[in-house]
């Protein structure tokens, strides 16, 4: 049986490709498993969705703050954080601010949600 070279390359070729596919999902899969994401509500004193409420996320190894303002509906969230790291939350828009909460390298959730209540600032921080 003779296969000319331009099938020989074609089918050479494709096998390249299956490869290469095959290798570059297993790091995203990876990746995925080391990753999480943080959502929740932000609701004022009356339990009504607030809308641009500034809500913060500090990375308790590093440091680093990421900021993200609220939808219309009063949801937040934050992808992509690290399974073994943990997380404080906290929301703040004008006079009112919600306590922090932690998202803990204990919780398992791929998908944790965490609702914030605004309350006055002054006994927050």
Excluded: C
């Excluded at 070279?5 to 995925?32: C, H, R, Y």
């Amino acid at each position: 049986m003779r296969y000319s070279a331009s099938k020989l390359i074609l089918v050479f070729g494709m096998v390249l490709i299956w490869a290469a596919l095959l290798t570059a999902q297993k790091p995203k899969k990876n990746e995925d498993e080391a990753t999480r994401t943080l959502q929740g509500l932000v609701t004022d004193a009356a339990e009504k969705p607030v809308q641009d409420a500034v809500v913060q996320l500090k990375d308790l190894r590093t440091l680093q703050i990421r900021s993200y303002l609220t939808k219309e509906d009063g949801t937040y969230h934050f992808a992509g954080l690290k399974t073994d790291t943990d997380y404080q939350v906290k929301a703040a828009m004008g006079d009112l601010a919600s306590g922090t909460k932690t998202l803990s390298v204990f919780d398992s959730r791929k998908i944790a949600t965490i609702n914030l209540k605004l309350d006055k600032k002054e006994s927050r921080d």
